[in-house]
């Protein structure tokens, strides 16, 4: 049964720092593209960071600069961590694991609610 559960949402103050954590289960982290991704509401779900098997990393525009994605293969956790939060990072955060290939997976967390204050 596969698991990726995310923690470490909450609310912070403008300009203030967050770090999500997301520990999966059920999968072979170490060969899965692990990402995090945001709905606001009335909004499409974005790509916030992606961290690659091999350590590779992308980011979204809004992000680059303010925020670090970063992976534990040993403990099948990866993170994201977030600073110089605006209120308009508000969202639900989801983990995601995915996999290309004939042995490909897409698998989603039940996501995690951040919220900034202004």
Not at 27 to 47: C, H, T, V
Not at 48 to 54: E, K, L, N, S
Not at 99 to 114: A, E
Request: charged share 15%; net charge positive; aromatic share 10%.
């Amino acid at each position: 049964q596969v698991q990726l559960v995310e923690s470490g949402g909450g609310l912070v103050q403008a300009g203030g720092s967050l770090r999500l954590s997301c520990a999966a289960s059920g999968i072979i982290f170490s060969l899965n593209d692990m990402g995090w991704y945001r709905q606001a509401p009335g909004k499409q779900r974005e790509l916030v960071a992606v961290i690659f098997p091999g350590g590779g990393t992308n980011y979204a525009d809004s992000m680059k600069g303010r925020s670090t994605i970063s992976r534990d293969n040993a403990k099948n956790t990866v993170y994201l961590f977030m600073n110089a939060m605006k209120p308009e990072d508000t969202a639900v955060y989801y983990c995601n694991a995915r996999r290309y290939g004939p042995l490909g997976n897409n698998y989603w967390g039940q996501g995690t609610q951040v919220t900034v204050s202004s």
